[in-house]
């Protein structure tokens, strides 16, 4: 069974660790088929289970810091998380947002790169990196889903860079939108809505905006029939195409 740690609320990496999820749990976890975990067999996924901390983290609690050893591998199970890192002028700069399914952990340093915080109340299954690497080493099947996670976080990464490129904000935005519209279909959303966990000034900071240009845009989209705003954290999409020639028309 994976550990189980007393605690108390984190405000830094250390954090509450509740009972221990069991085996049976973990092969019907609501987003094993996007983890890496998907890599294993059910015998397999024991020896993952005997490692494996299952980790409360709450709204606002910080699970690394940057700068910190990079002791732990995580996959988010529920919540979201932000990678936030501060600039040398005091800029706050968000790299990204972990959700459900995102495995935090590929990196080849051995240190934090970003503070990792909780933007919702979240939970995390937490695995010690040299315990990690053993069991990479024991199934190169899992390995090679590491190595195809890579791959698409560095495809993420020069998508956001070119969006980042872009100079109509709404350009951004609408990418922005989609891709987690697309995250949301892959874990079996069904609908045109989507859920933003991230509040108007983690938007603002990851896409390179102030936070009234943000709500500006989302603004504009509106008008423009292209979204629907039924509440402050969800967006509805009701122009799809019209949402997708907006965020490629600058690609042409």
Do not use: W
């Amino acid at each position: 069974m994976p550990r189980s740690e007393p605690g108390s609320t984190p405000s830094s990496a250390t954090a509450p660790v509740s009972a221990g999820i069991g085996t049976r749990e973990c092969l019907h976890c609501t987003v094993r088929h996007l983890a890496v975990c998907s890599a294993l067999s059910c015998d397999e996924v024991q020896a993952l289970e005997q490692i494996t901390t299952s980790l409360p983290v709450p709204m606002g609690a910080t699970l690394a810091r940057t700068g910190e050893p990079r002791t732990h591998v995580f996959t988010v199970t529920e919540g979201a998380l932000r990678l936030v890192r501060t600039l040398a002028d005091g800029r706050r700069q968000v790299n990204g947002f972990v959700l459900p399914g995102d495995y935090v952990g590929l990196s080849g340093s051995d240190q934090h790169r970003y503070d990792i915080e909780a933007i919702a109340e979240s939970r995390v299954c937490r695995v010690p990196a040299v315990q990690m690497r053993d069991l990479r080493q024991r199934y190169p099947h899992l390995e090679r889903k590491l190595l195809q996670r890579a791959c698409q976080e560095l495809d993420a990464a020069h998508d956001n860079a070119l969006a980042l490129a872009r100079l109509q904000p709404p350009e951004r935005l609408a990418d922005f939108l989609l891709r987690l519209a697309a995250r949301e279909a892959l874990q079996g959303q069904v609908g045109n809505r989507v859920a933003l966990p991230m509040g108007r000034g983690d938007i603002a900071d990851h896409l390179g905006l102030t936070m009234e240009t943000v709500s500006r845009t989302f603004t504009k989209l509106r008008q423009q029939g292209l979204i629907a705003l039924p509440h402050l954290n969800v967006v509805e999409i009701l122009d799809f195409a019209g949402l997708q020639k907006l965020a490629n028309d600058d690609l042409r």
